[in-house]
């Protein structure tokens, strides 16, 4: 069955527009509830949001959905997307849900699920959810006397803010430090100041004001500008920008230097190798980190496994192959030790407790190489598939012969939005510039 709904990262797409509208909310939540109700026992689902205007339309129908086939809902309001997976599993619920778009502007939503044990489903499994909600599902909904019950828990932040605190080591304090955070209105523009204030760092908190519409909006780990301005005017040592769901981190140093997923990951596979805490020869990223990371892995004997892009198929590597590091250049890290998707805020901490270890600033700290010249490119499509395309794929050999074994080519269709997305890198910035324009520009006379 092709695969309508569901995409890299559950579903998503222009709130009240087809799949987000409430009616296929309400589909949804029956039928993921049917695909989770195993036994006669009371089951539990728990949905947690982040701050888009289009959050109350869509937690509604879910909940109207999940109570249909007598699943008990718990609502957390705000709340980080690595909460939610942490709360599915501590609160013992036979699934979890966050509602959210993630980086995306407020006019877009979205719907993540995670099963009982706080990993996001397998492709499988979302399949037969889309096969449930194309079916008709009448005479599977729940008698009168076995309907659900929805209702608003409290302390469940407290609760996430204890455990990203407990992710360092119980005597490292972070007094000393002055943190500039960005939460980009978003998720956690409560719970991450709070847990950095509460051990004992200087917080300088931005993006803590969401008002249904400005969710990543000039704000974030999308949007720099306003941190950087922010660690300039404070005299920071770290800016910390998270992104509308805060699965994701990115880091500005006290120069105002952007630094991505990929040096971050450098930092803490380092560290834990250093201390015996990696669990295996290397980390895991996709194929769009840089090649500098797998070079600079590869001189302190660590390997990089590669995987198509998504943090999802990122953790289904680490836990096949038995890895506790991985994650994306976007800012998706994840620790396994901690959780089971990616956590900025946690990310965020353990870099934190690098620099406090090392005692040097943030800008030595984290540059742990330099990234080979990368181009990105999206090429925006309205007819059939570009890649198929005969003059497509001979442009794309033919950079590929150009490049040798100096460089990479990934050539993707955007797994949200009809997009190609076009990446290179090479030490020879300048034939790659040549490669990658060859290619955006065969792609883009075969895509209208």
Not at 60 to 73: E, H, I, K, S, Y
Not at 132 to 155: F, H, I, N, Q, Y
Not at 267 to 277: C, I, L, N, P, T
Request: with cysteine; net charge negative.
């Amino acid at each position: 069955m092709a695969r309508k709904l569901f995409g890299t990262d559950g579903i998503r797409g222009e709130s009240n527009r087809w799949p987000m509208t409430p009616e296929i909310a309400l589909k949804v939540g029956m039928a993921a509830g049917l695909s989770f109700r195993n036994g006669g026992h009371r089951h539990r689902v728990v949905i947690g949001k982040d701050t888009r205007l289009s959050g109350y339309m869509i937690e509604n129908a879910l909940v109207a959905g999940f109570t249909a086939v007598g699943m008990d809902v718990f609502l957390l309001g705000p709340m980080p997307t690595p909460a939610v997976a942490m709360l599915t599993r501590s609160l013992r619920c036979d699934l979890g849900v966050m509602i959210s778009a993630s980086h995306n502007p407020f006019r877009d939503n979205g719907i993540k699920f995670f099963g009982p044990d706080g990993f996001k489903l397998s492709d499988a499994v979302e399949t037969e959810i889309e096969a449930l909600v194309e079916s008709d599902m009448t005479s599977k909904l729940s008698g009168p006397d076995r309907l659900g019950r929805a209702k608003r828990v409290d302390g469940e932040q407290a609760r996430y803010v204890e455990f990203a605190k407990r992710t360092l080591p119980r005597d490292m304090s972070l007094e000393g430090l002055r943190i500039a955070i960005d939460c980009a209105n978003g998720a956690a523009y409560k719970v991450a100041p709070q847990a950095l204030w509460e051990l004992g760092a200087d917080v300088v908190a931005l993006g803590t004001t969401p008002d249904g519409l400005n969710i990543n909006k000039e704000c974030g780990s999308t949007s720099i500008k306003a941190l950087r301005d922010k660690v300039d005017e404070v005299r920071a040592d770290i800016g910390i920008a998270l992104d509308g769901d805060a699965d994701r981190v990115i880091i500005v140093d006290e120069k105002g230097d952007v630094i991505d997923g990929d040096q971050l990951m450098a930092v803490v596979a380092q560290s834990w190798q250093e201390d015996g805490r990696l669990s295996a020869s290397g980390i895991v990223a996709t194929v769009m980190s840089n090649l500098g990371l797998e070079r600079y892995l590869s001189g302190i004997g660590l390997t990089l496994a590669r995987t198509q892009v998504g943090d999802r198929y990122v953790v289904e590597h680490m836990r096949e192959h038995g890895f506790n590091v991985g994650g994306e250049q976007s800012g998706h890290i994840v620790l396994s030790d901690f959780a089971t998707t990616g956590d900025g805020l946690v990310a965020a901490l353990q870099v934190l407790a690098c620099v406090k270890r090392l005692d040097r600033p943030v800008s030595e700290v984290c540059r742990r190489f330099q990234p080979v010249p990368q181009i990105l490119k999206n090429v925006r499509y309205s007819n059939g598939m570009p890649l198929e395309h005969e003059k497509v794929q001979s442009a794309i050999e033919e950079g590929r012969k150009k490049l040798g074994a100096s460089g990479r080519l990934v050539i993707r269709p955007s797994g949200t939005e009809p997009l190609i997305r076009v990446m290179g890198e090479a030490d020879n910035e300048e034939v790659l510039n040549g490669v990658v324009d060859d290619i955006v520009d065969a792609v883009r006379s075969t895509a209208a």
